[in-house]
T-cell receptor, first 112, second 113 residues
Framework: QKEVEQNSGPLSVPEGAIASLNCTYS??????FFWYRQYSGKSPELIMS????GDKEDGRFTAQLNKASQYVSLLIRDSQPSDSATYLC????????????FGRGTSLIVHP | DTEVTQTPKHLVMGMTNKKSLKCEQH?????MYWYKQKAKKPPELMFV???????INESVPSRFSPECPNSSLLNLHLHALQPEDSALYLC????????????FGDGTRLSIL
């Protein structure tokens, strides 16, 4: 069973702080890693993709991948109340089916 | 608004009804997916179409019947659903069934009476 683990939270941070969301995965052959943001009652929205070790920055978002330790994280700088949502980590495992495994999501609350 | 369009946005149906959910994308993607999502759970894969052929059926009950008329359209035909089938149904597409990310539509909120 290929697993993706996330702390369900909620993670509560004050406005303007850095929110750090973490995800671990079990399949060492995993190839692609994605972060989705999902507001309550809405559909998942892709916010970051990362494929190789290191950091990838896009605006206030930074994704970090460490394949040796099998974790991927998402940093949100200058957090805003509008960032309050559930963040889903998705990992495409090895094996050839190319179907992403989703974590259960971390609920983020940014309070003013 | 997303580039994957789903209709209807909301659907209420009785257990004896037949209805269809529709999904359309014009990004030239060749893989399309149906997911079911319950509250506070991650999306759960139902079906995958790759180049208009059914690639994966995750042991979904036969009361759900997918159809891919062409590379831009994906339907999900519903018949004799159960109350536990009430959920958010999400369509997604990706460039192909590979390492690229999936892009989701806004979903159809389905309620079974």
């Amino acid at each position: 069973q290929k697993e993706v683990e996330q702390n369900s939270g909620p993670l509560s941070v004050p406005e303007g702080a850095i929110a750090s969301l973490n995800c671990t995965y079990s399949d060492r052959g995993s190839q692609s890693f994605f972060w989705y943001r999902q507001y309550s009652g809405k559909s998942p929205e892709l916010i970051m993709s990362i494929y190789s070790n290191g950091d990838k920055e896009d605006g206030r978002f930074t994704a970090q991948l460490n394949k040796a330790s099998q974790y991927v994280s998402l940093l949100i700088r200058d957090s805003q109340p509008s960032d309050s949502a559930t963040y889903l980590c998705a990992v495409i495992p090895g094996g050839g089916s190319y179907i992403p495994t989703f974590g259960r999501g971390t609920s983020l609350i940014v309070h003013p | 608004d997303t580039e994957v369009t789903q209709t209807p946005k909301h659907l209420v149906m009785g257990m004896t009804n037949k209805k269809s959910l529709k999904c359309e994308q014009h990004m030239g993607h060749r893989a399309m997916y149906w997911y079911k999502q319950k509250a506070k759970k991650p999306p759960e894969l139902m079906f995958v179409y790759s180049y208009e052929k059914l690639s994966i059926n995750e042991s979904v009950p036969s009361r759900f019947s997918p159809e891919c008329p062409n590379s831009s359209l994906l339907n999900l035909h519903l018949h004799a659903l159960q109350p536990e089938d009430s959920a958010l149904y999400l369509c997604a597409s990706s460039q192909n069934q590979g390492v690229q990310p999936q892009h989701f539509g806004d979903g159809t909120r389905l309620s079974i009476l």
